[in-house]
Protein backbone atom coordinates (compact mmCIF):
# COMPACT_ATOMS: atom_id res chain seq x y z
CA UNK A 1 0.00 0.00 0.00
CA UNK A 2 1.11 3.32 -0.87
CA UNK A 3 2.12 6.15 1.46
CA UNK A 4 -0.27 8.60 2.09
CA UNK A 5 0.22 11.57 0.23
CA UNK A 6 1.89 14.81 1.15
CA UNK A 7 -0.38 17.02 2.71
CA UNK A 8 -1.12 19.92 0.18
CA UNK A 9 -0.30 23.17 2.41
CA UNK A 10 -2.71 25.41 3.07
CA UNK A 11 -3.54 29.32 2.94
CA UNK A 12 -5.51 31.02 5.36
CA UNK A 13 -7.05 34.18 5.91
CA UNK A 14 -5.49 36.17 8.60
CA UNK A 15 -7.48 39.38 9.10
CA UNK A 16 -6.91 38.03 12.75
CA UNK A 17 -3.58 36.99 13.65
CA UNK A 18 -1.74 38.72 11.34
CA UNK A 19 0.99 41.36 13.32
CA UNK A 20 -0.02 44.53 13.16
CA UNK A 21 3.47 45.75 11.63
CA UNK A 22 2.66 43.25 8.98
CA UNK A 23 -0.46 44.07 8.57
CA UNK A 24 1.13 47.99 8.04
CA UNK A 25 3.05 46.57 5.67
CA UNK A 26 0.32 45.41 3.45
CA UNK A 27 -1.98 48.40 3.92
CA UNK A 28 0.62 51.11 2.87
CA UNK A 29 0.84 48.61 -0.57
CA UNK A 30 -3.04 48.66 -0.39
CA UNK A 31 -3.06 52.13 -0.39
CA UNK A 32 -0.44 52.70 -3.33
CA UNK A 33 -2.83 50.73 -5.44
CA UNK A 34 -5.62 52.18 -4.72
CA UNK A 35 -3.63 55.99 -5.64
CA UNK A 36 -2.49 54.18 -8.83
CA UNK A 37 -6.15 53.15 -9.99
CA UNK A 38 -7.57 56.42 -9.22
CA UNK A 39 -4.57 58.65 -10.59
CA UNK A 40 -3.47 59.90 -7.20
CA UNK A 41 -0.37 61.18 -6.57
CA UNK A 42 1.13 60.01 -3.01
CA UNK A 43 4.44 60.28 -1.01
CA UNK A 44 4.15 57.35 1.78
CA UNK A 45 5.72 58.85 5.21
CA UNK A 46 6.73 57.42 8.71
CA UNK A 47 6.99 53.86 9.35
CA UNK A 48 8.18 51.42 6.37
CA UNK A 49 8.76 54.37 4.25
CA UNK A 50 11.80 55.72 6.44
CA UNK A 51 14.90 54.92 5.23
CA UNK A 52 16.67 52.11 7.18
CA UNK A 53 19.01 53.95 9.73
CA UNK A 54 17.01 56.89 10.44
CA UNK A 55 15.15 55.25 12.80
CA UNK A 56 16.05 52.65 15.47
CA UNK A 57 15.78 48.82 14.14
CA UNK A 58 12.57 46.95 15.50
CA UNK A 59 10.96 50.60 15.26
CA UNK A 60 7.09 49.33 14.68
CA UNK A 61 4.05 51.65 12.83
CA UNK A 62 0.94 51.17 13.99
CA UNK A 63 -0.86 52.86 10.42
CA UNK A 64 0.41 54.34 7.10
CA UNK A 65 0.70 57.63 6.98
CA UNK A 66 0.43 59.21 3.15
CA UNK A 67 0.91 62.73 1.92
CA UNK A 68 -1.43 62.88 -1.16
CA UNK A 69 -0.57 65.59 -3.85
CA UNK A 70 -2.38 69.50 -3.28
CA UNK A 71 -5.68 68.86 -5.34
CA UNK A 72 -6.09 65.37 -5.35
CA UNK A 73 -7.24 64.76 -1.79
CA UNK A 74 -10.93 64.60 -2.55
CA UNK A 75 -10.41 62.39 -5.59
CA UNK A 76 -8.61 60.16 -3.19
CA UNK A 77 -11.13 60.02 0.00
CA UNK A 78 -13.37 59.34 -2.80
CA UNK A 79 -11.29 55.93 -3.82
CA UNK A 80 -10.78 54.89 -0.10
CA UNK A 81 -14.45 54.80 0.08
CA UNK A 82 -15.08 53.03 -3.02
CA UNK A 83 -12.64 49.74 -1.41
CA UNK A 84 -14.46 49.63 1.79
CA UNK A 85 -12.67 51.95 3.90
CA UNK A 86 -14.43 54.37 6.10
CA UNK A 87 -13.72 58.03 7.47
CA UNK A 88 -12.41 57.50 11.27
CA UNK A 89 -11.66 61.39 11.67
CA UNK A 90 -12.39 64.36 9.30
CA UNK A 91 -9.62 67.08 7.89
CA UNK A 92 -11.12 69.63 9.49
CA UNK A 93 -11.81 67.69 12.98
CA UNK A 94 -8.12 65.63 13.41
CA UNK A 95 -5.91 68.46 14.68
CA UNK A 96 -5.58 72.13 15.38
CA UNK A 97 -3.55 71.81 11.88
CA UNK A 98 -6.37 70.71 10.17
CA UNK A 99 -3.46 68.27 7.91
CA UNK A 100 -4.98 65.04 8.19
CA UNK A 101 -8.33 62.97 7.78
CA UNK A 102 -7.92 59.11 8.92
CA UNK A 103 -9.54 56.29 7.31
CA UNK A 104 -10.07 52.85 8.63
CA UNK A 105 -10.58 48.98 6.45
CA UNK A 106 -11.62 45.85 9.04
CA UNK A 107 -8.76 44.34 7.33
CA UNK A 108 -5.73 46.81 6.93
CA UNK A 109 -6.55 49.52 9.80
CA UNK A 110 -5.80 52.93 9.92
CA UNK A 111 -4.28 55.34 7.42
CA UNK A 112 -3.68 59.19 7.85
CA UNK A 113 -4.46 60.91 4.33
CA UNK A 114 -2.48 64.00 4.68
CA UNK A 115 -3.42 67.23 2.59
CA UNK A 116 -0.13 68.68 4.05
CA UNK A 117 2.89 67.98 6.22
CA UNK A 118 2.42 70.37 9.30
CA UNK A 119 5.04 72.95 10.17
CA UNK A 120 5.98 74.73 7.11
CA UNK A 121 4.58 77.94 6.50
CA UNK A 122 5.36 77.53 2.60
CA UNK A 123 2.02 76.45 0.13
CA UNK A 124 1.14 72.36 0.69
CA UNK A 125 2.02 73.05 -3.43
CA UNK A 126 5.77 74.12 -2.72
CA UNK A 127 5.89 71.43 0.02
CA UNK A 128 4.56 68.55 -2.04
CA UNK A 129 6.91 69.48 -4.58
CA UNK A 130 10.01 70.10 -2.42
CA UNK A 131 9.15 66.44 -0.69
CA UNK A 132 9.18 64.90 -4.54
CA UNK A 133 12.13 66.49 -5.68
CA UNK A 134 14.53 63.28 -4.90
CA UNK A 135 11.72 61.01 -3.95
CA UNK A 136 12.26 57.17 -5.07
CA UNK A 137 10.36 54.26 -5.06
CA UNK A 138 10.58 52.03 -1.50
CA UNK A 139 9.44 48.89 -1.86
CA UNK A 140 7.00 48.06 1.07
CA UNK A 141 5.27 44.37 1.25
CA UNK A 142 7.10 44.26 -1.85
CA UNK A 143 5.78 46.26 -3.26
CA UNK A 144 7.08 49.92 -4.92
CA UNK A 145 5.87 53.03 -3.20
CA UNK A 146 7.20 56.86 -3.35
CA UNK A 147 8.91 58.22 -0.65
CA UNK A 148 10.81 61.35 -0.32
CA UNK A 149 14.28 61.86 -0.55
CA UNK A 150 16.53 61.30 2.60
CA UNK A 151 17.11 65.33 3.51
CA UNK A 152 13.27 65.41 3.05
CA UNK A 153 12.67 62.12 5.22
CA UNK A 154 14.71 63.83 7.72
CA UNK A 155 13.08 67.48 7.74
CA UNK A 156 9.45 65.15 7.90
CA UNK A 157 10.71 63.13 11.17
CA UNK A 158 12.10 66.15 12.82
CA UNK A 159 8.66 68.24 12.17
CA UNK A 160 7.05 65.25 13.33
CA UNK A 161 9.13 65.21 16.62
CA UNK A 162 8.37 69.25 17.13
CA UNK A 163 4.59 67.93 17.63
CA UNK A 164 5.06 66.10 20.53
CA UNK A 165 7.38 65.46 23.47
CA UNK A 166 9.54 63.00 22.41
CA UNK A 167 12.74 62.59 21.59
CA UNK A 168 12.70 59.14 20.11
CA UNK A 169 14.05 60.27 16.56
CA UNK A 170 16.48 62.81 17.33
CA UNK A 171 19.21 61.14 18.10
CA UNK A 172 18.90 59.18 14.50
CA UNK A 173 17.49 61.90 12.64
CA UNK A 174 19.60 64.90 13.82
CA UNK A 175 22.61 63.78 15.71
CA UNK A 176 24.59 61.39 13.89
CA UNK A 177 23.94 63.01 10.91
CA UNK A 178 26.94 64.67 8.93
CA UNK A 179 27.32 68.55 9.04
CA UNK A 180 26.16 68.79 5.92
CA UNK A 181 23.63 66.53 5.93
CA UNK A 182 21.89 68.67 8.49
CA UNK A 183 22.81 71.55 6.67
CA UNK A 184 20.95 70.70 3.86
CA UNK A 185 18.00 69.79 6.14
CA UNK A 186 17.92 73.34 7.65
CA UNK A 187 17.88 74.44 4.05
CA UNK A 188 15.17 72.77 3.32
CA UNK A 189 13.27 74.33 6.61
CA UNK A 190 14.35 77.61 5.50
CA UNK A 191 13.31 77.29 1.89
CA UNK A 192 9.69 75.91 3.50
CA UNK A 193 9.58 78.57 5.97
CA UNK A 194 9.57 75.65 8.52
CA UNK A 195 12.82 77.22 10.98
CA UNK A 196 10.53 77.36 13.66
CA UNK A 197 9.31 74.23 14.07
CA UNK A 198 12.55 72.69 13.34
CA UNK A 199 14.00 74.86 16.47
CA UNK A 200 11.43 73.54 18.50
CA UNK A 201 11.90 69.71 17.66
CA UNK A 202 16.21 70.28 18.15
CA UNK A 203 15.09 72.32 21.55
CA UNK A 204 16.04 75.79 20.12
CA UNK A 205 12.59 77.42 20.12
CA UNK A 206 13.61 79.94 22.67
CA UNK A 207 15.23 81.73 19.57
CA UNK A 208 11.91 82.17 18.13
CA UNK A 209 10.58 84.08 21.54
CA UNK A 210 7.67 86.47 20.40
CA UNK A 211 6.86 85.18 16.93
CA UNK A 212 3.12 84.30 16.69
CA UNK A 213 3.47 80.47 16.30
CA UNK A 214 5.82 80.48 19.10
CA UNK A 215 3.26 79.49 21.64
CA UNK A 216 1.57 76.79 19.47
CA UNK A 217 4.68 74.78 18.86
CA UNK A 218 5.94 75.40 22.66
CA UNK A 219 2.32 73.77 23.78
CA UNK A 220 3.00 71.46 21.43
CA UNK A 221 6.95 70.42 22.45
CA UNK A 222 6.34 70.56 25.97
CA UNK A 223 2.25 69.57 26.73
CA UNK A 224 -0.16 71.21 28.86
CA UNK A 225 -4.06 71.75 29.13
CA UNK A 226 -6.59 71.89 26.97
CA UNK A 227 -6.99 76.16 27.47
CA UNK A 228 -2.73 75.91 26.97
CA UNK A 229 -3.79 74.37 23.43
CA UNK A 230 -6.68 76.59 22.48
CA UNK A 231 -4.87 79.99 23.72
CA UNK A 232 -1.63 78.73 21.54
CA UNK A 233 -3.63 78.68 18.26
CA UNK A 234 -5.36 81.84 19.23
CA UNK A 235 -2.35 83.32 19.13
CA UNK A 236 -1.20 81.39 15.76
CA UNK A 237 -4.56 82.74 14.26
CA UNK A 238 -2.61 85.58 12.14
CA UNK A 239 -5.99 86.93 10.22
CA UNK A 240 -9.75 87.94 11.95
CA UNK A 241 -11.03 84.48 9.55
CA UNK A 242 -8.47 82.27 11.85
CA UNK A 243 -9.29 83.38 14.81
CA UNK A 244 -13.08 82.89 14.37
CA UNK A 245 -12.02 79.16 12.96
CA UNK A 246 -10.27 78.64 16.53
CA UNK A 247 -13.11 80.38 18.51
CA UNK A 248 -15.67 78.06 16.78
CA UNK A 249 -13.63 74.65 17.20
CA UNK A 250 -12.85 75.80 21.01
CA UNK A 251 -16.71 75.56 21.62
CA UNK A 252 -17.35 72.86 19.42
CA UNK A 253 -17.43 68.59 20.20
CA UNK A 254 -15.01 67.07 17.90
CA UNK A 255 -17.83 64.45 16.92
CA UNK A 256 -15.37 62.42 15.22
CA UNK A 257 -12.97 61.85 18.06
CA UNK A 258 -16.87 61.20 20.33
CA UNK A 259 -17.71 58.74 17.91
CA UNK A 260 -14.41 56.87 18.54
CA UNK A 261 -14.42 57.23 22.49
CA UNK A 262 -18.03 56.00 22.17
CA UNK A 263 -17.47 53.18 19.67
CA UNK A 264 -20.70 54.46 18.23
CA UNK A 265 -22.25 57.29 15.95
CA UNK A 266 -23.01 59.69 18.39
CA UNK A 267 -26.78 60.72 18.92
CA UNK A 268 -27.69 64.61 19.05
CA UNK A 269 -28.40 63.71 23.52
CA UNK A 270 -24.88 62.74 23.36
CA UNK A 271 -23.61 65.19 21.78
CA UNK A 272 -25.28 67.62 23.92
CA UNK A 273 -23.79 66.04 26.82
CA UNK A 274 -20.37 66.33 25.17
CA UNK A 275 -20.92 69.94 24.53
CA UNK A 276 -21.39 70.76 28.04
CA UNK A 277 -18.82 68.79 29.87
CA UNK A 278 -16.41 70.35 26.96
CA UNK A 279 -17.24 73.63 28.42
CA UNK A 280 -17.29 72.66 31.81
CA UNK A 281 -13.73 71.14 31.16
CA UNK A 282 -12.84 74.68 29.59
CA UNK A 283 -14.26 76.88 32.03
CA UNK A 284 -12.66 74.86 35.15
CA UNK A 285 -9.23 75.54 33.10
CA UNK A 286 -9.85 78.81 32.92
CA UNK A 287 -11.12 79.55 36.93
CA UNK A 288 -7.69 77.51 37.91
CA UNK A 289 -5.69 79.84 35.48
CA UNK A 290 -7.25 83.31 37.29
CA UNK A 291 -7.16 81.39 40.65
CA UNK A 292 -2.92 80.97 40.17
CA UNK A 293 -2.95 84.64 39.20
CA UNK A 294 -4.34 86.20 41.93
CA UNK A 295 -2.41 87.53 44.22
CA UNK A 296 -2.10 85.42 47.13
CA UNK A 297 -2.93 87.13 50.33
CA UNK A 298 -0.24 87.63 52.58
CA UNK A 299 -0.73 85.62 55.99
CA UNK A 300 -0.87 88.12 58.98
CA UNK B 1 9.68 21.27 -25.25
CA UNK B 2 8.45 24.36 -22.57
CA UNK B 3 9.64 25.55 -19.01
CA UNK B 4 7.14 26.68 -16.62
CA UNK B 5 8.32 30.00 -14.90
CA UNK B 6 6.47 30.33 -11.51
CA UNK B 7 6.49 34.38 -10.00
CA UNK B 8 4.74 36.37 -7.26
CA UNK B 9 1.92 37.82 -9.33
CA UNK B 10 1.26 41.52 -10.32
CA UNK B 11 -0.60 43.17 -7.92
CA UNK B 12 0.34 41.03 -5.23
CA UNK B 13 2.01 42.11 -1.76
CA UNK B 14 3.53 40.45 0.73
CA UNK B 15 5.37 40.14 3.75
CA UNK B 16 7.91 37.34 5.19
CA UNK B 17 7.88 37.51 9.27
CA UNK B 18 11.50 37.76 9.24
CA UNK B 19 11.33 41.05 7.90
CA UNK B 20 9.03 41.88 11.08
CA UNK B 21 11.92 40.62 13.04
CA UNK B 22 9.50 37.68 14.04
CA UNK B 23 11.22 34.30 14.34
CA UNK B 24 8.32 32.60 12.56
CA UNK B 25 7.61 30.64 9.62
CA UNK B 26 5.10 32.39 7.91
CA UNK B 27 4.54 34.93 5.63
CA UNK B 28 1.48 37.61 5.16
CA UNK B 29 -0.28 37.70 1.28
CA UNK B 30 -2.52 39.95 -0.28
CA UNK B 31 -4.23 40.86 -3.80
CA UNK B 32 -4.10 44.46 -3.82
CA UNK B 33 -6.44 46.40 -3.18
CA UNK B 34 -8.86 44.19 -2.01
CA UNK B 35 -7.20 41.17 -0.18
CA UNK B 36 -7.97 39.59 2.00
CA UNK B 37 -4.89 39.47 4.23
CA UNK B 38 -3.60 35.82 3.64
CA UNK B 39 -1.49 33.98 6.03
CA UNK B 40 0.97 30.98 4.62
CA UNK B 41 2.48 29.07 7.08
CA UNK B 42 5.74 26.68 7.42
CA UNK B 43 5.14 24.20 4.24
CA UNK B 44 3.65 26.63 2.44
CA UNK B 45 5.69 29.58 3.78
CA UNK B 46 8.79 27.75 2.30
CA UNK B 47 7.10 26.98 -1.26
CA UNK B 48 6.55 31.17 -1.94
CA UNK B 49 10.16 31.90 -0.83
CA UNK B 50 10.97 29.43 -3.08
CA UNK B 51 8.81 30.40 -6.06
CA UNK B 52 10.38 34.45 -5.08
CA UNK B 53 13.74 33.00 -5.06
CA UNK B 54 13.86 31.35 -7.98
CA UNK B 55 11.29 29.89 -11.02
CA UNK B 56 10.94 26.60 -12.36
CA UNK B 57 9.06 23.82 -11.05
CA UNK B 58 12.80 22.04 -10.03
CA UNK B 59 13.78 24.81 -8.87
CA UNK B 60 11.06 25.62 -6.08
CA UNK B 61 10.90 22.17 -5.51
CA UNK B 62 14.78 21.71 -4.74
CA UNK B 63 14.76 25.17 -3.16
CA UNK B 64 11.62 23.81 -0.84
CA UNK B 65 13.33 20.87 0.44
CA UNK B 66 16.14 22.79 1.59
CA UNK B 67 13.85 24.80 3.65
CA UNK B 68 11.19 22.38 4.93
CA UNK B 69 14.99 19.80 5.32
CA UNK B 70 12.63 16.89 2.93
CA UNK B 71 13.91 14.86 0.05
CA UNK B 72 12.90 16.16 -3.24
CA UNK B 73 10.72 13.27 -4.35
CA UNK B 74 8.62 13.35 -1.24
CA UNK B 75 7.19 16.65 -1.72
CA UNK B 76 7.08 17.36 -5.81
CA UNK B 77 3.67 16.46 -6.18
CA UNK B 78 2.41 18.64 -3.28
CA UNK B 79 4.77 21.30 -4.50
CA UNK B 80 3.02 21.17 -8.11
CA UNK B 81 -0.83 21.41 -6.22
CA UNK B 82 0.31 24.05 -3.94
CA UNK B 83 1.77 26.62 -7.30
CA UNK B 84 -1.27 25.13 -9.13
CA UNK B 85 -4.10 26.61 -6.28
CA UNK B 86 -1.62 29.88 -5.87
CA UNK B 87 -2.52 30.27 -9.83
CA UNK B 88 -5.97 30.00 -9.51
CA UNK B 89 -6.32 32.23 -6.76
CA UNK B 90 -4.49 35.06 -8.67
CA UNK B 91 -1.62 35.16 -6.04
CA UNK B 92 1.08 33.21 -8.00
CA UNK B 93 1.68 33.66 -12.23
CA UNK B 94 3.40 31.18 -14.29
CA UNK B 95 4.63 31.36 -17.78
CA UNK B 96 5.82 28.87 -20.03
CA UNK B 97 8.79 29.35 -22.33
CA UNK B 98 10.42 26.67 -24.94
CA UNK B 99 13.23 25.43 -23.82
CA UNK B 100 16.49 26.44 -26.06
Request: net charge negative; hydrophobic share 40%.
Amino acid sequence: MADDPEPVPVVEPASTTIPLNARVHLAHAVVQRIAEDSGVSLLHLKGPAVLRGLRPPGWRSSDVDVLVRPGQFTRFEAALGGHGWEPSSHLETGSAFAHAANWWHPYWGYVDVHAHWPGPTASPEQVYAAFSEDSFDQPIGHTPCPVPGRTAQILVLLLHTARGTSDADLELAWRVQSEEQQQAVVKLAVRLGAQLPLAAALGALDDHRGESSYALWHYYRQGGGRLDEWRARWRAAETPAARIRVLASAARVNRDHLRMELGHPPSPAEVRRAQVARIGRLGSETRRLVADRLPRRRPR
Amino acid sequence: MTVERYAVAPGVAWVDADEMGLDRTELYVARLPAGPPLLLIDAAWAIWLAMAETGTMAEIVARTAELTESAPDDIETAVADFLDGLVRQGLASVTRTAEE
